[in-house]
């Protein structure tokens, strides 16, 4: 028993010596990756490899990386040693209730990542979230120094409130089912807390409360993370330091212990707590926490960098460069401004007469370029510019903003009405859809009528028009670009996709949505006047959005109908064919041929051009629905939800106009066969 005592302290000793060792960056021969992410001093792999608080562990089975010393393993996403930051995965603290006040299983989420105090929570990238009913939750971060209020020196949270099942929403995270808030700078870990609340009435639907930090770009709240795993784990930013004996550089700079141990490195003061960071000087990169790990950058070879111009002769210097002109030349400034030839007076002569020259043709050039703006305008005016300018909501979009996109490189989709191109305009990091429809004079008022329906519209489940070019004969169009495309490509082109069933509703209810909005939502009802799936677009999530508005039209309230929408065959109502009255009832009928969702057979298809009347005969006498359905779904679902939704396609292209439902009534009917 004496014996281990003795060891104790011994092996004390040798973890201290080894921790020195690290700190003098004898990294030789450690490990320098785990997987493809690299490990860079002061963290480190393996005894002697890293500073102290800053160990990583390395799965090597699965090639991932842990912080060292945690109750429960905490992968690491990033590791920057230029930004002092790192990105791990944490877990969401919870407590769940088997009554009204009663909890069954509860956890705080801490798991000690910060035992060395190193870290600490990003208040510039994260936030706090708490979700449930009824709920409460905070973080309680850093015990208190002093004689605080408090035992803990960080407090922060929100509440949550419900008023039944239906409360909550996707996509709002405003207090009902989900709420948020900034965090403060200076928190040490990721302890949560909740003040408890009688939740007898939300237990079928949110049984348990979670709190969690989160990265604020990472996170949207739905409606099912209500009933989250609780081994969910969240991405949470994290600032680190040199956190010993809370040092600022000046005084860090004294002790043998300071970690800017390169030369051409430099300290400078934690932006979240205490202690310091090291950056190579300006002109060096590399590693300041290493002897020697500052490097010289070349400035010579990143000649195309914009940060060092030079358009003379380059020349390196230690922590910077030099930019000369070559012999016989000269500039005012040869980094940015080319170095011109020393002429002589006969050169001077030649070089006016050119000059003169050049100036003739600048002015010709200025005749050329007002022709062409008065053109440009010309256009401008006869494509409904002045209307379409008091459109807050539709942005114009010079020609020349448009041309980089509208390059055959970056063409997606070409067919009788014009090309597609994907691109991105100025200074946006999202992608756009450029239009640039045939020339064809029976567009024109298509493209005016575009316009304008879609200046009315704003709905997430239609696509949204950005802007417009009118300086062209052919005005171009300017949309938001959805990544995955139409879904009849996604259900029948040559690279289908696997679509389940809860997918598939989801489409079809998100869908009904946007036409409800259309048909009932806004002070002038539209009809789309042409619902097909290549006319319903889907992003990367699989939310759909309904597009191409060129044939649609605004109604008043005195009107009931319109006669001049041209639809496609086989999605366009019997009724407006027969009578040329095209009625919302007339895009309820095309929306029920979208039974295509669930079948996965073209209606055009020459094959099953009877699919209609089969589906129709079929689902009035309910027998054999299931051998409609398209095989990859028939065992995801009951007979029960196969035979509603059947029910509600077959009261949609009912031949009896006024036996169709209501757009509004089809959505919440779809939305509860969802559910």
Sequence with gaps: MQTSFILAPCLLLLLATAAAMASKNNTSGCPNHCGTMSIQYPFGIGSGCFRNGFEITCDDSTNTPFLAGTTRPVPVNLLSITTAEARVMLPVAYECFVSGETVSDSSDGDVHFNSHDVYRISNAHNQLVVLGCNTLGYTQSQHSEGNGYYPYGYYTGCMSFCNGSRSAMDGACAGVGCCHVDIPPGLTNNNMAFEKYNHTAAL??????????????????????????????????????IREDDLSCDEARKTKGYACVSTNSLCRDSSNGPEYVCNCSDGYQGNPYIAGGCTDINECELSKDPKYPCQGICENTPGSYECKCPSGTHSANPRNIPCNPNFPLAAKVITGAIGGLFIVAIVVFIFLLGKEKRKMKEFFRKNGGPIIERVNKIKLFKKEELEPILKTSNRIGQGGFGEVYKGYLRDEIRPVAVKKPKFDSRLTDQFANEVIIQSRVLHKNIVNLIGCCLEVDVPILVYEYVSNGSLDKILHGRNRMPLDLDLRLQIAAQSAKGLAYMHSEITTPILHGDVKPANILLDEDFVPK??????????????????????????????????????????????????????????LDPVISNLLGNFYDTCTTKKGVIELVDPDISAQGTIGIFHSLAEIIVQCISLDVDLRPEMVDVAQRLQLLLK
């Design 204 to 241: 079928g639907f949110s049984p348990c409360d979670y709190a969690f930090l989160v990265d604020r770009d990472h996170y949207t709240f739905h409606v099912s993370d209500l009933k989250m795993g609780k081994d969910t784990m969240m991405p949470v930013w994290l600032d680190w330091a």
């Design 546 to 603: 309904i597009s191409d508005f060129g044939t649609s039209r605004m109604i008043t309230i005195e009107e009931n109908y319109t006669s001049t929408i041209i639809g496609n065959w086989g999605y366009m109502d019997p009724e407006y064919v027969q009578t040329g009255l095209y009625t919302s009832k007339s895009d309820v009928y095309s929306f029920g041929v979208l039974l295509e969702l669930i079948t996965r057979k073209k209606v």
